[in-house]
């Protein structure tokens, strides 16, 4: 199973605080390191210093590692227009040597976008659906030619859609809990599905549709990477765990109910839990980004067992 680091940087974070635990992500052989896309702290905290943009994040640690694939769990569709984003991923894919992932959602949090001034529209899944045939096929189009989309919500006309990622087909992630939709769009634009914040059961019946969605439409299902996001908090012992989930505001067992916490046999024994709903990726979200210890841990004893 392949153990990326998630984290969520408006909850206070700076980008030197992002560089040391995206160099520890990759010293301590894990597969990618992640972030959210938010611009206002959620829960506990006051947030400060304030959010940083992921895609300004990103293009800065795509030129300061060497390894790990670098990516967002969700880039919102209401923050950039997809001709934009289109341009910046795929620059900054160029600029980490081919190794960004886009993960792409709808768009939720209300108070952001009233804080900061950016417009929530109500039909936000139409739009992302729009938003991923205008990225895939402007990504998708063979150079020297020209893309054009006439849509409901977006119009492009002779785009010369360049620049060109330096991956051939550069992995587009899409996940949530939605029954119908959500399958669907990804069985079209989808090359991984992720569920956040779910149990092995729910895990299961969401991948259960997804195949479903994808067989519908003629797509083998195990085209697919099938995958959870997953809050983390691992201690030698019980006391260690407490002092994880205290730094976090988190109650141990609300964590052990809903995440991956306790002792590092214990989280291997909830991790194979999710294999076998058929889950082979799992990102941690790490929310004490100060805490390099629990890395290490998490590398030396967790994820040496899932090799």
Known sequence: MDLRIFTEPQQGATYDTLLTVARATEDLG???FFRSDHYL??????????????????AGLARETQRIRLGTLMTAGTFRLPGVLAIQVAQVDQMSGGRIELGLGAGWFEEE????GIPFPEERLARLEEQLAILTGLWGTETGKT???DGRYYRLQDSPALPKPAQRRLPVLIGGHGATRTPRLAARYADEFNIPF?????????FGRVRAAAEAVGRPSGDLVYSNALVVCVGRDDAEVSRRAAAIGREVGELKSHGLAGSPAEVVDKLGRYAAAGSSRVYLQVLDLHDLDHLELISSQVKSQLE
Request: hydrophobic residues 30%; charged residues 20%; proline residues 11%.
């Open 41 to 58: 702290s959620m829960g506990p905290g006051d947030g400060l210093p304030g959010p940083t943009d992921a895609w300004i994040t990103l």
């Open 147 to 149: 893309f054009s989309h």
């Open 113 to 116: 976008h009233r804080a900061y």
């Open 30 to 32: 894990f597969d990618a």
């Open 198 to 206: 779910a149990s092995p059961e729910d895990t299961e019946r969401q």
